[in-house]
Structure formats: C-alpha cells, structure tokens
C-alpha cells in the first residue's frame, strides 16, 4: 500500500454501506456518531471490515479515536507504513 489516497474511496464506500448512507453523503471530517449516526456496532463492524480488507491489525487503544473517515485515513496510513 504504497498511498493511502489510492484507498480513500474505498473506505468510505465500506462506511458507507454499513452506515446506510451513499459515499456522497459522508465527507472526510463527517463525525461517525453525531453526523452519519453509526454506533458502536457499526464502528466496530468498520474496524473489523478494514483490518480484514488491508490485513492490519488496528490496536484497541486506537478505536475510541476512530471518529470520522479522516481519523481512519490516518491510522491505516500509520499502520502501513511500519
């Protein structure tokens, strides 16, 4: 993975879908809860579907700061580049 920008769109389809939203609705600083409404399930349900799509792990410690698209975009260029 060598640009996270290359993944951008597909992330956001895959909150997408599980948020009940189109990709055109979410924006990149869009807050998961307050905005798209996604609860805990849901953001869980993201995690998982990232770490399996991008076969990274994302640390437990970094859940609770996954609040927009922007904060995943960040994270999984983070994990990547290690």
């Given at each position: 993975?060598?640009?996270?920008?290359?993944?951008?769109?597909?992330?956001?389809?895959?909150?997408a879908d599980i948020a009940?939203?189109?990709?055109?609705?979410?924006?990149?600083?869009?807050?998961?809860?307050?905005?798209?409404?996604?609860?805990?399930?849901?953001?869980?349900?993201?995690?998982?579907?990232?770490?399996?799509?991008?076969?990274?792990?994302?640390?437990?410690?970094?859940?609770?700061?996954?609040?927009?698209l922007q904060n995943i975009?960040?994270?999984?260029?983070?994990l990547v580049s290690k």
């Amino acid at each position: 993975m060598s640009d996270i920008g290359d993944y951008k769109s597909e992330i956001k389809k895959l909150v997408a879908d599980i948020a009940e939203k189109t990709p055109e609705e979410i924006t990149d600083d869009a807050k998961f809860s307050e905005d798209l409404g996604i609860d805990s399930m849901m953001a869980l349900e993201i995690v998982a579907s990232i770490e399996k799509k991008y076969k990274v792990v994302i640390p437990e410690g970094e859940i609770p700061n996954i609040r927009s698209l922007q904060n995943i975009y960040d994270l999984i260029k983070k994990l990547v580049s290690k």
